[in-house]
């Protein structure tokens, strides 16, 4: 879920997440998460996401944040990858680190 404000109203919440804002918190299917009193009217996108254990990552050049859906704890916190070293195609090496402040498609391919 692409937002420019961290605040959402609980409809849009509920048409692009699937999470339903109910008095007893944000519910779906049969689970419910409880949620502040404040919370039921505008959301709070910052709350949510750790309630629900989404990742949230501000892309802050363009004033946006990135929502991602529940994950159960197993999400990336930043959209900025750990320092790899791999040997390329010409078997020399090369560390992702010197791609630092570009934008970066990375793709992992097997065999298997």
Do not use: Y
Not at 10 to 19: C, D, I, K, L, M
């Amino acid at each position: 879920m692409i937002l420019r404000q961290l605040q959402v109203d609980p409809a849009e919440f509920e048409r692009r997440t699937g999470w339903a804002i109910k008095p007893e918190g944000a519910c779906k299917g049969p689970v419910c998460v409880p949620l502040p009193e404040s919370e039921i009217d505008r959301l709070d996108v910052e709350v949510l996401a750790q309630r629900l254990g989404m990742a949230l990552v501000h892309d802050e050049s363009h004033g946006i944040w990135a929502l991602g859906p529940e994950s159960g704890g197993h999400a990336l916190t930043s959209a900025e990858a750990p320092d790899i070293t791999l040997p390329d195609r010409n078997g020399n090496q090369f560390s992702l680190r010197s791609l630092r402040g570009t934008k970066v498609f990375l793709l992992a391919w097997a065999s298997w």
